[in-house]
């Protein structure tokens, strides 16, 4: 019998809680299921199965995500900007670390909701691009740099691979200073 209430960004947001606790790699619907208090197949009613539970979690956590980053690139600019968005974008990654690996698969072309918030965060690394004059196709190739620096970065610290004596901290510090100089220096940047 279905739990009463339950409904589709209900069970969502219950998988991106179990998400969190338990890593995405080990979210079932079974498990999610018991967390419910349902019977599995009740689970089918709201979502089509594992792969579409994912990419709602997926649509969830980059909606999140653009949120955090567009509220820390609020009033701020260049290295600023760039520190306040990296640094909430980190921060994300910590906070839910079973949410966070979800919001790496690409948007469904099928759900404006997701390609909304995939669109939403983009354009906050291409706000800060365009103070540094980073425009056009240089911009495309600038946003790649920036989320695979700073998602390699934060995949690598979930994972324990930082063992080196240094403060993880001020490592992730010297990497966003140094976008910050690769961005003022970017080929086919616009200089006026």
């Known amino acids: 019998m279905p739990r009463a209430g339950l409904n589709q960004p209900t069970v969502v947001r219950e998988a991106a809680r179990l998400a969190d606790e338990v890593g995405f790699g080990q979210l079932t619907l079974a498990a999610l299921a018991a967390r419910l208090g349902v019977a599995l197949p009740s689970l089918y009613k709201h979502v089509k199965g594992a792969d579409a539970l994912a990419q709602k979690l997926s649509a969830l956590a980059t909606a999140e995500i653009a949120e955090e980053m567009s509220a820390a ?15 909430a ?25 997701h390609l909304a918030a995939g669109e939403r965060a983009v354009a906050v690394v291409y706000a800060i691009l365009r103070g540094y004059g980073v425009t056009g196709e240089p911009a495309v190739d600038a946003v790649r740099a920036f989320r695979s620096a700073v998602h390699g970065f934060v995949s690598l610290e979930a994972a324990g691979g930082f063992g080196l004596p240094r403060d993880v901290d001020r490592s992730f510090e010297r990497l966003v200073d140094g976008l910050d100089i690769a961005f003022r220096s ?6 006026s």
Request: aromatic residues 8%.
């Open 73 to 87: 690139a609020v009033g701020r600019a260049g290295a600023d900007a760039l520190r306040a968005v990296a640094n």
């Open 89 to 113: 974008y980190r921060a994300y990654a910590r906070r839910h670390p079973g949410r966070y690996p979800a919001a790496q698969r690409a948007p469904d072309p099928a759900d404006p909701e």
């Open 186 to 191: 970017w080929p086919g940047r616009d200089q």
